[in-house]
């Protein structure tokens, strides 16, 4: 298969320009000078140069941010003003949505149609969500019972207070999401932060700062710096003056970030890999469940942690919903995302690219046969074909490991009890898939399955009011909803003797 990528697109994006770090308000070159190219993934030319911050830039924004956690305007505002700001931001994204999803697209590689309809609105949505959560922390008044004290008498409460300065590290499969979903809980408990992109999608985390700014986030409260997982990231993890650190990534990082946290015992929250089983029974809607399971991997380029890659099928239609979704990812078009035709982009870099063709090459060695797609497509650009695996096994390394692309891999079922077990077979719990008629049933595998997300005759729901995150291996912690706060909150016990 070779596709098309039609020439330079006409967009607002002036190619070649350069982007500085956000630290304490202020736009600012790195103290090391140096600086690194962002790609566009669908043709490999360099979209802007980008000041790469390292461990002297994640310093001073370190104390930037301890700064205005202690003395700044922001530790003063009250809830409901705090509150307004984040709103604010919400409306601002939402202001900007063409110019950020387009950004999100060159940046990324996804289609920009998508990033309108889905991580523009998200990313607004959340910060609407979080700013309604700035007025309504409390804690709590108890009554102690304290046996050795006979007849004292108290009065106690609870304060919630931030935790202080966080490093929020981000991957780059929605880089404008993954922004909000951090920055949303960290602004409405009245934290400060040190940001840092991935570095392969810096853009749209800079324009955030901007907006941020003209929301009125005072300087210093949010730092935005871009730089190398090994260098920026590792310091931000590793220092001593960050009293939390959030992570979405690799497992494989967020080991070395819980490594790097236990200098300082710094607070950790991971939301990290995924292998999720999209599970379709005999008695399910057999044309909504191909649509969904065909949804479940090829939404983003595969690029999801939750994306359902084992798909399970009762052997009564394995046949059907194989041909199904083969059909499905043969229609898909493939482009660059700012062509409005287009339904699926590159990956998002030559590292990606090699990591899913290798799986690709490694799922053919270990006997697995593709029957849609299953190749690389032709540069430039790291375009793959949508592809369906049949025949691997359990064991085989397509099954077990996180492929990050747009594969997925059919084995059938028939028994339930064995299905719920092979489901579990698995280091990764962050989501699943259930496709049935029988609610009975829906429900009780809802409870079998170990997984932070369960979705009953849909998949890929994602919402401000819904707590995401893993099981096992798949992370520590929620993202969202009411959950994600606790992540961002120390809770004081203040004891009065009467
Ligand atoms: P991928 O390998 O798919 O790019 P990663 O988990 O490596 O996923 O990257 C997610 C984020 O983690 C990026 O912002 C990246 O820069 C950062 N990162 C990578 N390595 C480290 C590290 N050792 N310490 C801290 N952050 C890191
Ligand atoms: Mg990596």
């Known amino acids: 298969m070779a596709i098309a990528v ?25 103290a090391s000078g140096k600086s ?67 950004l999100e697209s060159l940046d990324n590689g996804k289609p920009k149609a998508v990033a309108l309809a889905a991580d523009v609105p998200l990313a607004a949505d959340l910060f609407w969500y979080m700013a309604g959560w700035a007025t309504k922390l409390k804690g709590g008044t108890v009554t102690p019972s304290v046996p050795y004290l006979p007849g004292a008498e108290f009065h106690a409460y609870t304060l919630k207070e931030p935790v202080g300065v966080v490093g929020q590290v981000i991957p780059w499969n929605f880089p404008l999401l993954m922004a909000a979903w951090k920055l949303g809980p960290a602004l409405a408990t009245g934290c400060t932060v040190v940001l840092k992109p991935a570095e392969q999608t810096p853009l749209s985390a800079l324009r955030l700062g901007e907006l941020l700014l003209e929301a009125g986030v005072p300087g ?46 710094k607070r950790v929250s991971l939301e990290l890999g995924g292998k999720s089983p999209n599970i379709i029974f005999e008695d399910a809607d057999v044309e909504a469940a191909i649509a969904g399971a065909a949804q479940g991997i090829f939404f983003n380029q595969g690029e999801v942690c939750s994306a359902g890659s084992r798909l399970y099928v ?92 747009p594969v997925i891999a059919a084995m059938p079922f028939s ?49 401000a009011e819904l707590p995401f995150g893993g099981y096992k291996q798949s992370g520590w912690g929620r993202e969202m909803g009411e959950e994600v706060l606790s992540n961002y909150l120390e809770t004081k016990s203040v004891i009065v003797g009467l």
Do not use: C
């Not at 039609?6 to 790195?30: K, M, N, V, Y």
């Open 36 to 102: 690194f190219e962002t790609l566009d993934p669908a043709t490999g030319e360099v979209l802007a140069r980008v000041a790469e911050g390292a461990a002297q830039d994640i310093d001073l924004a370190v104390q930037a941010a301890r700064r205005a956690l202690e003395d700044g305007p922001w530790s003063r505002m009250t809830p409901s003003e705090r509150g307004r700001v984040i709103h604010r931001v919400g409306d601002l994204v939402m202001e900007h949505a063409d110019e950020l999803a387009e």
């Open 314 to 405: 009762h052997q009564e239609h394995f046949d059907q919903v194989v041909e199904g979704v083969s059909a499905a990812a043969k229609a898909i078009k493939v482009g660059h995302g700012l062509d409005p035709e287009t339904e699926m982009g590159p990956l998002v870099s030559q590292e990606q690219f090699d990591r899913v063709t290798g799986y690709l090459g490694i799922g053919e060695s270990e006997g697995s046969r593709a029957v849609a797609g299953g190749r690389a497509i032709d540069g430039p650009g790291y375009f793959v074909e949508p592809t369906v695996i049949v025949d691997a096994q359990p064991d085989h390394r397509i099954i077990r490991e996180e492929v990050f692309g």
């Open 6 to 30: 039609p020439g330079p697109h006409q967009t607002s994006f002036e190619r070649g320009s350069s982007r500085q770090l956000l630290i304490d308000g202020q736009w600012r070159d790195a």
């Open 415 to 463: 028994d339930v009890d064995d299905l719920a077990r092979q489901a579990n077979d698995s280091h990764y719990g962050l989501a699943a898939g259930v496709w049935t008629s029988d609610v009975s049933k829906a429900h009780k595998l809802a409870k079998r399955i170990k997984a932070g997300t369960v979705h009953v005759n849909t998949y890929h729901v994602f919402s």
């Open 220 to 265: 210093g409260v949010v730092n935005v710096v871009p730089g190398f997982g090994e260098t920026a990231g590792a310091a931000l993890a590793a220092h001593p003056d960050v009293d939390k650190i959030a992570f979405t990534g690799s497992t494989e990082v967020g080991k070395l970030i819980v490594n790097a946290a236990s200098g300082n015992l």
